[in-house]
Every structure is written in C-alpha cells, then in structure tokens.
C-alpha cells in the first residue's frame, strides 16, 4: 500500500483486517516488523517554508535530499546533523523526513544544539484506529495533555503513521573548524572530550576513533569566533600531538564519517547502539571487546561492531543506559528492554493510540 493523500492512508489502517508494517525511504530499518507493507513515499512535499520564520513544513514522505536543497538555497540547515545509515545498515533508497522523525534520529550535534524531538514544532499523523490526529503547530510553545509531537519522535510507528511535520531549522555557520589530538586511549579521550565540552568554546561535535587514535573536537560560528576559539581550545591540552583542520570541505567529511559510522561500515558483524553516561563508556566498551569501536556525543554514544549473534547486553552487563541492535539478527529483541514502570506507560500509550494493534506489532518487542 502507498497512498497518495492522508485520507487515503486513514482509510487503509481503518480498513485493515491484520498488521501493517510502515516504512517510509527504508535506510534505518530496526528489529522486525509484522504485516502487511504501508509506505509513505507516496505523501511528498514541502508544503510551507518561510526562512525569516526559521519554519519549515513538509509532508511525512518527502525525501530529506529535497528539503536540505531546499535549506541549502537559503543557507539554512537542519541542526541535528540527520545521520545516512545506508552505508552502515547495507538500505537503498532515500531517508524521509517521517522516517527521521519516527526514528529520532540526530548525528554528532546533538551534544550541542538537541535531537530531532527538540526542533519539531508540530505532527500530523493516522492513529491505529484510522482518525486523524493534529499536535503543536509552526512555533515553539508550551503545550498540555499529551506532547504528542516528542511522543512520536523515537516511536518507530507504533502509535501513528506520520503525514506532515513542522520543524524549526537554523542558518548555516560561516565557518567550522576541528581540532584533532592524536594518540589517546579511550580514557584519555573520553576525559578531553569532557574538557571540550565542559568548556566555554561551543564546541558541537565530540568523537573518537579507538582504531586510528583520533579525537575530534568541532567548533562552528562566525569565522572570527572560530579561530578564535580554535586556539583557546588548542591550550586546553598542551603537550598533546594536535593537528588542526579549517578547510570546509575537509571539516565537513570528517563529520559526515562520524555521523554515518564510517568506521564500521563494510564489514561483516552485528552493529550495536550503546547509549551510556559518558564517564562509563571506557569501562562498557572493554567490557563489549567489539571487533570495532566509534564513540560519539563525548563518549554518551558508542557504536560497537560484534560478531554474528553476539548479545551486547549479556557482555555489557548492568549500566546506566541502553543497548539497541540496528544491524543483524539474534534471540534478543532488537530494542533494549525497559524497566518495568516504564514499559507500562509504554503499553498503555500504545492500547490509547493503536488499540487493534496493527502499527508495527512486535517491533518494540
């Protein structure tokens, strides 16, 4: 199924007899949905986009390349860095701004600016019973009741098939620039990453690559500021082997590696998602002893390669945090269970929004 208009998809979920499995572009499956195949590439398009407003809406399938040249046009961006798990998870096909949103997913800026969830400013979607349900609008304000525009943000389609979304967007920097140390050890690492962040620099993108011992630390602004601050955060370390990169371009691949998990990509495994406090991630990744390592967001984020069938989990034991596999197949469930209060309200959101049950029964599981 692929409708065209958000009452032909109403009219789908309220006409179906079992499950359906919503997908938008296919680029960042996870775990295994039941059911019948419900696309939403057929719901395209920007429908309002006010750059003085910092306000763009579009429909829930439109592809992300369109909206970003759209941005691009006005020097504007979507600030949580939207990662491209192709390369990372072997998907075709073009990411969609619904499937961004149904996935939260949000890149190396996170630490510094939020994720999906904190720029949405409103959603349309259909709800398991087939009724057309409106949240927020196209400014930032507080709402009552249910939020549900942060409750779909990282629901995977399981309360609600998303139609439109709103989202506040943000000017370019001039400028951006990353500091590179070379030669620490994870713990070293994690610990100048603090430092970084920890720091009055704004700095918006701290990562580390155990293999080629490289931290990378990332400043954006005007171009003044950037050297500027560049320096300071360079005195943050003395004694320490630095290298400093300003070209744009060169800034910008390093970024775009990080942010799409280059350092693991092409290579036979089960890919894992560990979010952690990042004091902790030293201590969880020996404990993981992965084939490959990336740790992102300061060390809050490591990306962890593992043999075939490997359980993260059973090697991670108990921690602040949690473990998902985005790549390969297991006896564990994809998602990291939660805790018992927590999957209630979990449960309890899902019976109020899809009563029957037919969005993406057994993903969660």
Request: aromatic share 4%; charged share 20%; hydrophobic share 45%.
């Amino acid at each position: 199924m692929r409708p065209t208009s958000e009452d032909d998809l109403a009219e789908a979920i309220l006409g179906t007899k079992g499950a359906l499995s919503i997908r938008g572009g296919g680029t960042r499956p996870i775990g295994t949905a039941e059911g019948a195949l419900l696309e939403t590439g057929g719901l395209s398009g920007v429908t309002l986009y006010e750059p003085g407003a910092l306000t763009l809406v579009a429909k829930a399938g439109t592809p992300l390349s369109e909206v970003e040249a759209a941005l691009d046009a006005e020097a504007q961006r979507l600030a949580f860095e939207v990662p491209d798990m192709r390369g990372l998870l072997g998907t075709q096909g073009e990411s969609t701004l619904g499937g961004i949103v149904a996935a939260n997913a949000s890149g190396p800026r996170r630490i510094a600016s939020g994720a999906c969830r904190d720029f949405l400013l409103g959603v349309r979607f259909v709800d398991g019973a087939g009724t057309v349900v409106s949240n927020g609008g196209r400014v930032m304000k507080n709402v009552t009741g249910y939020d549900l525009v942060k409750l779909m943000a990282g629901s995977h389609g399981t309360l609600g098939v998303l139609t439109e979304v709103s989202f506040k967007v943000l000017p370019k920097p001039e400028a951006a620039a990353t500091l590179v140390l070379h030669g620490l050890s994870d713990a070293e690492a994690v610990a100048a990453m603090a430092a970084a962040l920890g720091s009055p620099y704004d700095v918006t993108g701290a990562a580390h690559d155990p293999a080629a011992r490289t931290t990378l630390l990332r400043i954006e602004g005007f171009a003044r500021s950037v050297a500027y601050r560049l320096q300071q955060l360079k005195a943050l370390f003395p004694g320490r082997e630095i290298t400093e990169e300003t070209d744009p371009a060169a800034v910008a691949d390093l970024w775009a590696a990080v942010r799409d998990v280059a350092a693991l990509q092409g290579r036979a495994g089960d890919i894992w998602r560990i979010s952690c406090k990042p004091s902790d991630a030293p201590e969880l990744a020996a404990r993981l002893r992965a084939e490959a390592l990336l740790y992102d967001w300061g060390g809050g984020l490591l990306w962890a390669l593992l043999p075939e069938g490997t359980d993260a989990r059973a090697r991670l034991g108990a921690f602040a945090g949690h473990a998902t596999r985005v790549r390969g197949t297991g006896g564990t469930p994809a998602f990291h269970p939660d805790p018992a209060p927590v999957a209630a309200l979990s449960e309890g959101l899902r019976r109020r929004f899809d009563p029957r049950g037919v969005l993406n029964p057994g993903l969660m599981a």
